[in-house]
């Protein structure tokens, strides 16, 4: 708790007047107006699957059942924990996290925004990590920013609550103030560029990009900038990202409340993109990279580059490069499992089977992904990585944290007993955990990906309908809204229903997008090659054929093209 905020102990009452412990009680409860989901109406949700593959129905329910695991309340909110080694929320997870488990529980998928939004500092700074003591001790750490995996997830939160102008301003003050500490503290030498002050202000522990530097990995509280600490402060495309992100959803909640300020974030997101582009972004290697305390280029080619697709901070031509040129390289990120944390063959890349951001990939990343793909229209990839990440945890059966990118091995966990000595292991000596498996960020991921090559995704009043060709039969219900909305597919073709009502017939291979009432919106292309599609709606039919990435309209009989992005695999050496 911040220091104005902390209960009286028990043991000190004697010491107060029973008047003032009722005007703080008074006060604390209106604080707490509007940060309980219970203070919203919150409608029944929930997901069933139906799978001809043993396998693949097993996995889903393990996830499931992990998920449900992981719930629990912390103080006056349900909330949904990260999971395995990882007994807490965490800004880098937990709110996307929260978020994707709407889908089956929409109050500790709102628990898992309010609780970041009520302990956010007068100053602006959000927690980045909250854990909870029984019986009643709510531990706050903002001694690290911990990632920002924040502003869509809870945007999406306000119209699965029924769009509530209430929580939406909430929401609007909450990433106001928060962008408003980032540039009134994290830039300590005024050119511009955000920066990263420890290890975990991006969530990258343990990570040699860090500790080659002189780095010790772990927090920094305070906001003054470090000094004699390595190389930081790292001019960051991660915090940088962060504020974008923030504007971004600023100016699309400024459209909403009729504030008059949309425009203006809008311009404040470009400001930061264009700083990303014109400082970190380096032309002939296509990727960005941080810089040092000295403004020099840290030449360590990261994931995080993906990272900045997630918070919407690159330009589109940006996003289409690093996918060309290393996403898809299978010697820096496209491993056999990819996606490490740095590339493969970069020198600072690292195979350590331990919580380390320094190689091995990360459930996380597969979480993040997939909106980090998504909004650049890269469908197809997102089904190639769900693909990948399904046949890893079907074949490896635990679900862990990270895993080993040329053969799959699950890393160790300390809920297992088997965490190496060292630093990292005595820090947390005695600090609870939920056990050996149940990592939230990749039972999560899975679940997400089996939704996105088999079933059904509602966000932003949108529904998403998609199956990929040659998978296994199956059926997908999604109950929202107070409507059962319904896929069903053989591998081959797919038929959507809105309760009993048909909505369309389709061929599978591609993603459709339609209104929640059902009404065709668009049609992408989700598989690895062009293939021919067969669309049934409304009484007419549409043929056709449908590219990676391709983005269409059913019109005329046939299908009109909307957008094609950019789809370069299998990886070409230039």
Avoid at 280 to 299: G, H, P, S, V
Avoid at 438 to 452: V, W
Wanted: glycine letters at 8%.
């Amino acid at each position: 708790l911040q220091q104005d905020e902390r209960e009286v102990p028990s043991a000190q009452l004697s010491h107060y007047d029973s008047f003032d412990i009722h005007l703080k009680k008074e006060r604390m409860s209106n604080m707490a107006k509007g940060y309980k989901a219970t203070d919203y109406c919150l409608t029944p949700t929930g997901v069933e699957f139906t799978c001809e593959s043993d396998w693949l129905k097993d996995l889903f329910d393990r996830c499931e059942m992990y998920c449900r695991n992981n719930l629990a309340v912390f103080t006056d909110k349900l909330v949904l924990r990260e999971g395995s080694d990882y007994d807490g929320v965490w800004l880098e997870t937990q709110p996307m996290g929260g978020e994707m488990y709407a889908k089956r529980n929409m109050e500790a998928a709102l628990g898992n925004q309010l609780i970041f939004m009520e302990n956010q500092r007068k100053s602006g700074r959000l927690p980045g990590m909250i854990k909870f003591q029984e019986p009643f001790l709510l531990q706050v750490s903002y001694d690290w920013l911990q990632g920002f995996c924040f502003p869509v997830p809870a945007f999406k939160m306000y119209y699965l609550i029924g769009k509530d102008r209430a929580y939406l301003s909430k929401l609007y003050d909450t990433l106001k103030s928060y962008d408003n500490y980032l540039w009134t503290y994290r830039d300590s030498d005024g050119d511009g560029c955000l920066e990263s002050w420890c290890t975990w202000d991006t969530g990258e522990d343990n990570s040699l990009r860090f500790t080659k530097y002189g780095v010790k990995d772990g927090g920094f509280g305070g906001e003054d900038a470090p000094v004699g600490h390595g190389r930081l402060p790292y001019e960051s495309m991660d915090i940088c990202s962060y504020s974008c992100h923030a504007r971004a959803v600023l100016a699309d909640i400024s459209d909403i409340l009729e504030n008059g300020e949309g425009d203006f974030w809008r311009r404040k997101a470009q400001e930061v993109r264009s700083k990303i582009r014109d400082y970190l972004w380096i032309e002939e290697k296509n990727a960005c990279y941080d810089r040092d305390c000295d403004n020099r280029f840290m030449d360590v080619l990261t994931h995080n580059n993906l990272r900045c697709m997630y918070y919407g901070s690159f330009d589109q031509d940006m996003a289409d490069r690093f996918i060309r040129f290393h996403l898809l390289n299978p010697d820096e990120f496209w491993t056999n499992v990819p996606l490490p944390s740095i590339a493969a063959n970069d020198p600072c890349f690292t195979n350590i089977n331990f919580n380390n951001w320094g190689g091995q990939p990360q459930g996380l990343t597969y979480q993040r992904a997939i909106q980090a793909l998504e909004q650049y229209g890269h469908v197809s990839e997102i089904r190639m990585l769900g693909k990948k990440w399904l046949y890893l945890l079907r074949d490896q059966k635990k679900l862990v944290q990270q895993y080993d990118p040329f053969d799959g091995t699950p890393c160790v966990t300390r809920s297992e007993g088997l965490a190496p000595a060292g630093d990292e292991t005595a820090r947390y000596e005695g600090v609870a955990t939920l056990g050996p498996e149940g990592y939230g960020p990749t039972i999560l991921a899975a679940l997400e990906y089996i939704s996105l090559l088999c079933g059904v995704n509602i966000a932003f009043e949108k529904a998403a309908w998609s199956a990929v060709r040659n998978w296994p039969a199956g059926t997908y219900k999604q109950m929202m809204y107070g409507h059962t909305y319904t896929l069903t597919q053989d591998g081959q073709n797919m038929q959507a229903f809105l309760d009993e009502t048909p909505v369309f017939t389709c061929s599978c291979g591609v993603q459709v997008v339609t209104s929640l009432s059902g009404e065709i919106i668009s049609l992408s292309g989700i598989e690895e090659t062009e293939t021919p599609v067969s669309l049934y709606f409304g009484g007419t039919s549409y043929h056709g054929t449908i590219s990676p990435n391709q983005q269409v309209l059913p019109e005329n009989g046939s299908f009109r093209q909307i957008r094609q992005i950019a789809f370069d695999y299998p990886y070409k050496q230039e």
